[in-house]
């Protein structure tokens, strides 16, 4: 290495006093032939790595189309310069396209590294969510899209009222100590009627017993903020008369907000 | 790499030095202008921290191509500013990659932590009700 710095100083030295004691145009640079051999070899090792071409074609190209250039002028008379000075440009441009493609690499392997962080979380936060879930084992829960999805089973009404019957206590409480124990979850009371009697009558009567089951958990201590109620009427029929008319708690993901009830997406 | 820059320096300033005289073609103002392009999109691309050797030869060799267009000497002028443009863009390149591999290190290291941590839960994987 130092030997070559030395030889390559000297060169330097010689074409240095050549150029200024000559004062000519065109002059031979004996270097020429050296970073010729430097301009291909840079481009074999840019083809040599396959996402250059990949990534960096143009480049690639330029840089061939350089060292044609430069081996042009090396076999004219007196063109060594023109030669020297190709080759060096030869050189760079097929540094540029490996660094363009490095670069391109690294973006690549970003975004699948972000792919594979969403997936990580993802599977975290359903792991999560299981566990939640399973602070509610007496109730009958299920994940979906939107959430835990939580049937009221012991939530009853008279026909046509909206008034909480006693015995009620048990789910509710059961959902207000996970509401205590998750304080970034939210709740969305969401009540179903079946078909018989006027629609109109059906969602009011819906918003209003939905409304009661939040004022209870409301009552028990959560913030009136975390609660909602949603009353459907004899919307979403599950089927039977006995499931359609039903009470149903949806649980947000984390903090997520709970996206509205459509028809087949739970 | 520094040496043989230093020693291409010198070439072509002996060059300049001597070529002083036969200046005939006109001033290459584009190929300057197009070499300073490049300069600037390497300093936006913060080659000044990341690629510092090629953007200082990008540098030095406009300001010599500049030297050289004031003594009329074009063409002189035009190679060094074409070999400003190429050391540029290579700066702007190298900085460009250098910044994304670093954020591939980071990337990889945060991911490290998450699968770290998803395995950690699994492994005491119980219903905790009390916990908050």
């Not at chain 2, 390149?93 to 945060?110: C, G, W």
Request: glycine share 6%; proline share 3%.
């Amino acid at each position: 290495m130092k030997r070559k710095y030395v030889k390559l100083s000297l060169i330097a030295v010689v074409i240095a006093s050549v150029l200024s004691g000559l004062a000519a145009c065109e002059t031979t640079t004996p270097d020429a032939s050296t970073l010729l051999a430097q301009a291909r070899s840079a481009i074999t090792q840019a083809e040599a790595d396959p996402n250059v071409a990949k990534y960096a074609p143009t480049e690639l190209d330029r840089a061939r189309k350089l060292l044609i250039n430069a081996e042009d002028s090396a076999r004219q008379k007196d063109g060594h310069e023109t030669a020297s000075h190709y080759a060096y440009l030869t050189m760079q441009m097929a540094r540029i396209a490996q660094q363009r493609a490095q670069e391109q690499v690294a973006i690549k392997h970003i975004k699948s590294g972000e792919t594979e962080r969403q997936k990580i979380l993802l599977t975290a936060r359903e792991s999560e969510a299981d566990q939640a879930a399973a602070g509610l084992e007496n109730l009958k829960a299920s994940q979906t899209s939107r959430g835990i999805v939580l049937t009221l089973d012991d939530v009853s009404f008279d026909k046509g009222k909206a008034q909480l019957k006693p015995g009620a206590g048990r789910s509710i409480d059961q959902i207000t100590a996970f509401l205590n124990e998750n304080p970034e979850r939210r709740v969305q009371v969401e009540a179903f009627t079946d078909s018989q009697g006027a629609n109109d009558f059906n969602i009011e009567l819906s918003q209003s017993r939905a409304d009661a089951v939040a004022m209870a958990i409301i009552r028990s201590g959560i913030n009136a903020e975390r609660v909602r109620a949603v009353g459907y009427g004899e919307g979403f029929k599950d089927g039977s008369r006995q499931m359609d008319r039903r009470l149903e708690v949806i649980v947000s993901n984390g903090d997520a907000a709970i996206p509205g009830h459509t028809a087949g997406a739970l | 790499m520094i040496t043989v820059n230093g020693i291409r320096n010198a070439f072509w300033c002996a060059i300049a030095f001597g070529i002083v005289a036969c200046a005939s073609t006109p001033v290459p103002v584009e190929k300057l202008a197009i070499a300073k392009g490049s300069i600037e999109r390497a300093e936006q691309a913060q080659a000044a921290q990341f690629a510092q050797i090629e953007l200082n030869s990008a540098r030095n060799k406009y300001a010599a191509a500049q030297a050289a267009a004031d003594r009329r000497d074009a063409q002189v002028a035009a190679r060094l500013a074409d070999q400003a443009d190429v050391d540029a863009q290579l700066a702007e390149s190298t900085s460009r990659a250098k910044q994304q591999e670093q954020l591939v290190t980071e990337m990889d290291a945060s991911l490290r932590d998450l699968r770290n941590d998803a395995l950690r839960r699994d492994g005491t994987a119980q219903p905790v009700p009390q916990q908050p």
